[in-house]
């Protein structure tokens, strides 16, 4: 079978502005980036406000290896194979980051014949949103140790700043640091260091703002640091909220392209699902939804990270109805789940797909599950899967959207039209927000994870406090979490038990909305694995043909 970019060259594509007329959008609602990528104005949800929305279908996944089980080249197919089916369908994701491109994973555009174009923009600078985003965190970043090297009239205390600066790239090496060395023109020395710019509160709160407006409350309301006397310092005290949000201006316009099979794709936004929310914007979702029958998303990884956030946090927020729920397994997924590489693994690992079933179903749905079909896999083991599923009376489905698009995913775009059709839209959450943010960690670690309960650092304890000191015990949290077991350690495969949930630390989002409670010793910057992508990476000498990205 040819490459992912092999077969992305092949393709015809719609022009961009073709594809917004089919969509309804106006002349003035729209600015093309190009032949086949544009923006979409935010004054369209205006105008179709009053217009009923579709249905929206959620995409999560069981526990997955480090190079993913597929669910964004599933979330696609379901999207074109429900236009097959006669039905208008847009699928809404999240925009790649630069990190894992040239790190371990890939990219986030799909693959095979599920993708969306044009692959290389998509996951090489894209619209430029994600860089629109870390130079708005590192303009505070600088405006922070202007102020203190200058006047420091907020009488900031320099132990106490809490904001990190971002750039959007995998490097251990910026985790930690110290700035403003060099003598006194250079700034006041002090802690400092890099975060992905997944991981940014600007991040968050461009993905979950609906307007300028709110983007510009939320920001003001990031919680910086504290002043020597414990005081709270907060981004509208330095007076850029409007400068930030200039910088995102058109970053906040969700991304109009297309599938490999012409389908409509809005992607935007992209918070990383083990250490945010990990899904795509609410404005792009809202669009999706006036503009089509059938909304396809994707929460990040399994059930226990993205899905779980996208109930609690995100659905929160937008209000969402949500009509059906895909998990995707893999046969490679469950055999390493199962510890193994070959049956009896397989019927191991099983399990845990039986705990995401569980989690979905706690929810308030009832799943179906895409088994997702690589070329190598052995009819037996499929077979074994779809047993499993029976037996636990839940609806199954091949999706082999990879090699036959939409025409592979056709079966399980109809199972789950079905299963829509039939939903009030209706759901459970995990708690109510008046719960103490210590019962709502526990609540999630025992009844999504399986944990035996939590264990709190001193530092996390500290946070606890200062927490219920500002008044943010209704706010719902954002557990980071290792997307490679439904524990806090990677090592534990399949379903743990026997353990507790680890929170080391807990960062504090004021601006999005959130507290961050950070668990085992996941990393808010990514290193890169010892060969990176970076390594097959090339261009040819015209400038236009690249070789070696997926």
Known sequence: MKTDIEIAREATMLN????????????????????????????????LKKKKEGKLIVVT????????????????GVSMGINQLGRSSIVAIREPSLGPVFGLKGGAAGGGFSQVLPMEDINLHF??????????????SAVIDNHIHFTNSLKIDTRKIMWRRAMDMNDRNLRNMVVGLGGKKQGYP??????????????????LSQNIEELKKRMGSILVGFTRKDEAVYVRDFKICGAMATVLREAIKPNLVQTIENTPALIHGG????????????????????LSDYVVTECGFGSDLGFEKFIDLVARFADYKIHAVVIVATVRALKHQGGGNDMSALKEGLANLGKHIENVKFFGFSPVVAVNVFPEDDEGDLKIIHEFC????????????????????????????????????????????????QEKIEKVATVVYGADGVIYSWDAKKKLKLIDKLGLNEF???????????????????VPTGWRLNINEINIATGAGYVIPISGDIMLMPGLPRVPSAEKIDIDATGHHISGLF
Request: hydrophobic share 40%.
């Open 190 to 207: 002090r802690e400092d260091g890099f975060i992905i710019s997944a991981a940014s509160e600007v991040m968050a709160i461009l993905t």
């Open 127 to 140: 619209t430029g949103d994600i860089h629109a985003i870390t130079t708005a965190n590192n303009l505070l």
């Open 271 to 290: 918070p990383f699902a083990n250490i945010s929310f990990g899904t795509n914007s609410i404005v792009a979702t809202r669009l999706a939804l006036k």
């Open 390 to 437: 029976r037996h636990r009376g839940v609806m199954v489905e091949l999706s082999e959207a990879f090699t036959k698009g939409g025409k592979g995913a056709r079966p399980l775009a109809e199972t789950v039209v079905k299963v829509a059709d039939k939903s009030d839209g209706k759901y459970n959450w995990v708690y109510p927000l008046d719960d103490p943010i």
């Open 476 to 494: 719902p949290i954002c557990i980071a979490k290792t997307p490679l077991s439904l524990s806090d350690n990677q090592k534990k495969l399949n």
């Open 16 to 47: 961009i502005d073709e594809m917004r007329k089919k969509l309804g959008i106006l002349d003035n609602e729209f600015w093309p980036f190009g032949q086949f990528k544009g923006k979409l104005s935010l004054q369209l949800l205006e105008r």
């Open 61 to 76: 996944a069981v526990t997955p290896t480090k190079l993913g089980e597929g669910k964004t080249t599933t979330s696609i």
